[in-house]
């Protein structure tokens, strides 16, 4: 399949016309799916492929394009994190074309990624419990100190720095990049070195979240930013070496 001049309205208008010769839009739906695989452009590829596995399109060239369509599109679902949709396309593809040289492939993707969605979950509900643990202890330590006259900041401190830390080492971006946010917000540029460190620490996680979530603009923002305040700190983690990863001219 050519790389060049790939003019997807134009075989999106082909596909969607009726008129056509079922083969000619077999083809052009084979050149939509490849296209978008070859361009590393799973969101586009995950709408298109999507509405081919719909069509009943004859084969070409050997190929089907509703059962590829299937394929691809479990396959750009996981690369966007849509995981808990994976296992519901596996069935819908399966039931479909139960006798396809893919199912194997599809049954088994769809039963690991059954199998991380369940994972997932219990690290989220053993994160919330953890966090919850947390802010009743350092409530009760708040309020000890405020009973002595002492200064609370400290614990406001920890508390915003284990609630960025602890999804960031379990790798639940959507979690990790809103919390080490807040925590960046409030927090940085930090006035000790141990303050600093964390800081330091909490952008290198909102960067490789934000990747992880494929926000790849504010990632590159973000690191812009990070070397910008801290320059030597910035050398000092993976930020840069992480963004160097995103595809040129990868779709968000």
Same mark, same amino acid.
Request: aromatic share 6%; hydrophobic share 40%; with cysteine.
């Given at each position: 399949?050519?790389?060049?001049?790939?003019?997807?309205?134009?075989?999106?208008?082909? #596909?969607?016309?009726?008129?056509?010769?079922?083969?000619?839009?077999?083809?052009?739906?084979?050149?939509?799916?490849?296209?978008?695989?070859?361009?590393? !452009?799973?969101?586009?590829?995950?709408?298109?492929?999507?509405?081919?596995?719909?069509?009943?399109?004859?084969?070409?060239?050997?190929?089907?394009? &509703?059962?590829?369509?299937?394929?691809?599109?479990?396959?750009?679902?996981?690369?966007? =994190?849509?995981?808990?949709?994976?296992?519901?396309?596996?069935?819908?593809?399966? $039931? !479909?074309?139960?006798?396809?040289?893919?199912?194997?492939?599809?049954?088994?993707?769809? !039963?690991?990624?059954?199998?991380?969605?369940?994972?997932?979950?219990?690290?989220?509900?053993? +994160? *919330?419990?953890?966090?919850? *643990? +947390?802010?009743?202890? #350092?409530?009760?330590?708040?309020?000890?100190? *405020?009973?002595?006259?002492?200064?609370?900041?400290?614990?406001?401190?920890?508390?915003?720095?284990?609630?960025?830390?602890?999804? &960031?080492?379990? $790798?639940?971006?959507?979690?990790?990049?809103?919390?080490?946010?807040?925590?960046?917000? &409030?927090?940085?540029? =930090? *006035?000790?070195?141990?303050?600093?460190?964390?800081?330091?620490?909490?952008?290198?996680?909102? /960067?490789?979240?934000?990747?992880?979530?494929?926000?790849?603009?504010?990632?590159?923002? $973000?690191?812009?930013?990070? !070397?910008?305040?801290?320059?030597?700190?910035?050398?000092?983690? /993976?930020?840069?070496?992480?963004?160097?990863?995103?595809?040129?001219?990868?779709?968000?």
């Amino acid at each position: 399949m050519p790389t060049h001049d790939f003019q997807e309205a134009e075989l999106r208008a082909l #596909l969607d016309d009726p008129h056509q010769p079922a083969e000619e839009r077999s083809a052009v739906a084979l050149e939509l799916i490849d296209g978008y695989l070859i361009r590393s !452009r799973p969101r586009s590829l995950a709408r298109e492929a999507e509405r081919i596995f719909r069509m009943d399109l004859p084969r070409y060239l050997g190929r089907l394009p &509703a059962e590829q369509a299937g394929w691809q599109w479990m396959n750009a679902l996981g690369t966007l =994190g849509h995981h808990a949709k994976v296992p519901e396309v596996g069935e819908a593809f399966l $039931r !479909r074309f139960p006798d396809s040289p893919l199912a194997p492939a599809v049954d088994s993707l769809a !039963r690991s990624t059954a199998m991380r969605v369940a994972s997932e979950q219990r690290e989220r509900r053993e +994160l *919330e419990d953890s966090l919850r *643990e +947390l802010d009743e202890k #350092l409530a009760k330590e708040r309020a000890r100190l *405020e009973s002595r006259g002492e200064p609370t900041t400290r614990v406001s401190w920890e508390l915003a720095r284990e609630r960025c830390d602890r999804p &960031a080492h379990e $790798r639940l971006h959507d979690v990790s990049v809103v919390m080490c946010r807040s925590f960046l917000d &409030a927090w940085a540029p =930090g *006035e000790t070195r141990e303050e600093r460190l964390a800081v330091r620490k909490a952008r290198e996680a909102e /960067i490789i979240a934000l990747v992880g979530l494929r926000r790849y603009t504010e990632a590159r923002e $973000r690191l812009a930013a990070f !070397r910008a305040a801290d320059p030597e700190g910035e050398r000092q983690t /993976i930020a840069s070496a992480i963004v160097a990863t995103i595809p040129s001219g990868a779709e968000e």
